[in-house]
């Protein structure tokens, strides 16, 4: 096995996890050698649950949306629980939440800048009654 596998903590030894998505950097696309139908499953119906989410809950809405009625599992399959683990589903949807963290900070961030600056050109413009002093972003 390579060395840049992942240790496995029931055998004792690596095993071989694809990179994340060589492409994008982002660890939440789908990896150069994951099958289409699980990743579409994690992007579709693991990932979007939030922080709350869990296998089970991912598994029935699949469940409801491809075979049209609720599912009474108690668990997830197998088949979904050894796809989890491979993909690293709970890894990379947790990345996903932080990485969406992350853009709504800056983006509110640039939104706080943009009204300091808009307020500054009020204040400068005499509209705020400041009169002489003139105003500058920092």
């Known amino acids: 096995m390579s060395s840049d596998g992942v240790w496995d903590m029931k055998n004792g030894d690596l095993r071989d996890v694809p990179a994340m998505n060589e492409a994008s950097g982002r660890m939440w696309d789908r ?11 994690f992007d579709t119906f693991y990932r979007p649950l939030g922080p709350e989410r869990n296998l089970l809950a991912s598994y029935r809405m699949w469940h409801q949306a491809e075979k049209g009625r609720k599912s009474t599992a108690v668990s997830a399959p197998t088949s979904w629980r050894e796809a989890a683990e491979r993909w690293q589903w709970a890894e990379r949807a947790e990345a996903w939440d932080v990485g969406m963290r992350l853009e709504r900070l800056k983006e509110e961030d640039e939104a706080r800048r943009r009204n300091r600056e808009r307020r500054i050109a009020l204040l400068n413009s005499g509209v705020g009654g400041v009169g002489g002093v003139t105003l500058y972003y920092v």
């Open 31 to 41: 990896w150069s050698s994951e099958p289409a139908r699980w990743f579409y499953r």
